[in-house]
């Protein structure tokens, strides 16, 4: 089987986040995936197969579990499709189904590197938090309620997976989950993960989330970003139709950027990044 890994979010190798992506030449078991995932020990893996109609379709995991849609898996394997299968195109349009939902993804060839842009389709505003309803988890992330960034909301918010943004004022540096039931906890308010954000001084959103034990540090998340874009202009915060620059990475040392835009059309949402080829090899 063919595989190749990128680095997502990116434009510089030793960056970005970290993806294997795998053509699977033969039918594969969830525990079969599950288990090349964690030898690769790349924060995901993605398993992509041709349809007989077009298109493509996929399983995403981490090295805990399959996930029911992911961004940057989905953006680093829609370059990796664009360089093997249309290397002689500038342009490509790439539909990716996962669970059931098909996505449409464009990848432009840049110098060393493609730009590829995900449509991740409707937001889901799932719910608004009161504090007293998120004590635990604020506490559990290591952080006060004096952290919080009262000026937004905490709100669920989803593009395929539910989020809980969180706001700060201050802290985001030394915010990590040091509780065992934190994924208990989100599961109470309908969120799946967290995503921490504050506005530095450039106006840019820096972000952070981890996996729900808290051992892994994600370093850009583009099932995340969408839902804070959407967050945003539905708050009033940032205006449709306008790119919302997402840094993450920073405390992990990979920093990424993440643009995001809402269609005022259409209320869509859309990320996009740059993707930087590594490497590519052979699972025997």
């Known amino acids: 089987m063919k595989y190749f ?40 893996t993605i398993f992509i197969t041709s349809e007989p109609a077009g298109g493509y ?19 680093g394997a829609a370059a990796v499709i664009h360089r093997l299968f249309f290397p002689g195109k500038s ?14 993804l464009v990848s432009a060839l840049e110098d060393k590197t493609c730009r590829v842009t995900m449509n991740q389709g409707e937001p889901g505003f799932i719910r608004v ?9 604020i506490a559990a992330l290591n952080i006060s309620a004096s952290d919080l960034d009262d000026r937004f909301p905490v709100e669920v918010v989803s593009t395929g997976l539910p989020y809980l943004l969180v706001p700060l ?3 985001l ?26 506005i ?33 202009v539905k708050n009033g915060f940032k205006k449709a139709d306008a790119d919302i620059l997402i840094r993450q ?15 005022s059309a259409a209320d869509e949402v859309c990320i996009s990044g740059s993707v930087a080829f590594f490497a590519e090899g052979e699972i025997y």
Not at 65 to 71: H, I, K, Q, S
Not at 129 to 137: G, L, R, T, Y
Not at 255 to 261: E, G, Q, Y
Request: net charge negative.
């Open 169 to 171: 004022r201050s802290a």
């Open 173 to 198: 540096e030394k915010a990590r989950i040091i509780s065992c039931n934190f994924e208990r906890m989100l599961s109470r308010i309908g969120a799946k993960f967290v995503y921490l954000f504050g």
């Open 91 to 104: 342009e490509v349009r790439i539909p990716i189904s996962v669970n059931c939902r098909k996505v449409e």
């Open 57 to 75: 379709s996929a399983r995403i995991f981490t090295m805990d579990e399959e996930l029911p849609f992911a961004g940057h898996p989905m953006i």
């Open 129 to 137: 938090c009161e504090i007293d309803q998120i004590e635990d988890i």
């Open 249 to 263: 990475g920073a405390y992990a040392g990979r920093p990424s950027l993440i643009s995001a835009r809402v269609s």
């Open 5 to 44: 890994h990128v680095d997502v979010f990116t434009e510089r190798l030793f960056s970005g986040n970290g993806l294997t992506v795998v053509f699977p030449d033969k039918a594969l078991g969830a525990e079969a995936m599950l288990q090349i995932t964690r030898e690769f020990r790349q924060f995901e």
């Open 200 to 232: 530095s001084d450039d106006g840019c959103f820096e972000c952070r989330t981890w996996d729900n034990e808290g051992r892994v540090e994600d370093v850009a998340t583009g099932s995340a970003a969408g839902p804070l874009a959407a967050y945003l």
